[in-house]
């Protein structure tokens, strides 16, 4: 098994910038992609990058590209999200999620075994 816990929600003002953090425990080294969805109200979860634990292979949904960044720290065995210019839709609730199947697409969340529980993002106009 293997937990994951997010950290770093908050309320941001349009324009700003958050970092999340996703600490991961158990058994880590199942871990082979760690990915971000988020899901806003009233609509469903949806990708927003993810991570190949071994070759650092990065992907990002579209409406992210150029203002978020997903990395890893192995030693800590956690991956931050940094987002920066923050827009009002943006506003989700962020989940963390590993996988322990490798596989060519990695934005179905499907692929993902373990989720965290999620942290708020708030991005006020």
């Known amino acids: 098994q293997v937990q994951l816990v997010e950290s770093g929600g908050g309320l941001v003002q349009a324009g700003g910038s958050l970092r999340l953090s996703c600490a991961a425990s158990?058994?880590?080294?199942?871990?082979?992609?760690m990915g971000w969805f988020r899901q806003a109200p009233g609509k469903e979860r949806e990708f927003v990058t993810a991570?190949?634990?071994?070759?650092?292979?990065?992907y990002y949904a579209d409406s992210v590209k150029g203002r978020f960044t997903i990395s890893r720290d192995n030693a800590k065995n956690t991956v931050y999200l940094q987002m920066n210019g923050l827009k009002p839709e943006d506003t989700a609730v962020y989940y963390c999620?590993?996988?322990?199947?490798?596989?060519?697409?990695?934005?179905?969340?499907?692929?993902?075994?373990?989720w965290g529980r999620g942290t708020q993002v708030t991005v006020s106009s």
């Open positions: 999620a590993a996988g322990r199947v490798s596989s060519t697409v990695v934005t179905g969340s499907r692929l993902y075994d373990y």
């Open positions: 991570i190949r634990w071994s070759s650092r292979s990065t």
């Open positions: 158990g058994r880590t080294s199942s871990i082979v992609v």
